[in-house]
């Protein structure tokens, strides 16, 4: 392979992001389930409100920013950002993200047993924006690391279909924490009485 354009990462940057991903989100976590009774008292129960799932859901894109800065400098991270700017794509893709997730998401809980006038209860639009606002600050940050970073480096040595069935191992094992721990979507099996796990 020819060496990489300036400013470009070298596919060796993918093991220090993955290893500055897995210590920050599961170092927090093991200082959480070390130190549960004193992080509760001080920062409240946990949630996907609480600062240290927060932090550990940014913890790809914390691991993104540093791979980046170290070897591309502050321009590199500048260039970087600026990919935020491309939005261009197809009508299909806005109809699929504005109609086909709320309806998968909507079939897959009528098929879990929830009542059709259930999902069609609208909250406040309070409520909704705040939650929408919420939402986007919390669980889209981690894909400047897996996206930005890990797909891209995963596409120059394997083709995009088995980078992303790669990539989706090395996602699901890191999720894998939210399992387990109380207070969370996925350990309490229930999307509609809680927010989502902080891991995404």
Known sequence: MPPPAHGDLPFAALVPFLLLTFVLAWGLLAVFLLFQEHLARVFGPISARHPLFILAVYAPAIAAFTVVAAHAGLAGLRRFLSRLLLYRTTPGWYAFVLLGIPLAYAGGALLKGSKLMDLLALPEAGALLATMAFMLVLGPVEEFGWRGVALPL????????????????????????????GGTRRAGGDSCRSWPAPWR
């Open 154 to 181: 995963l596409q120059r040595r394997l083709k995009p279909a088995w980078a992303g069935l790669a990539l989706g191992l090395v996602w699901g094992v890191w999720h894998l924490p939210a399992f387990f721990l």
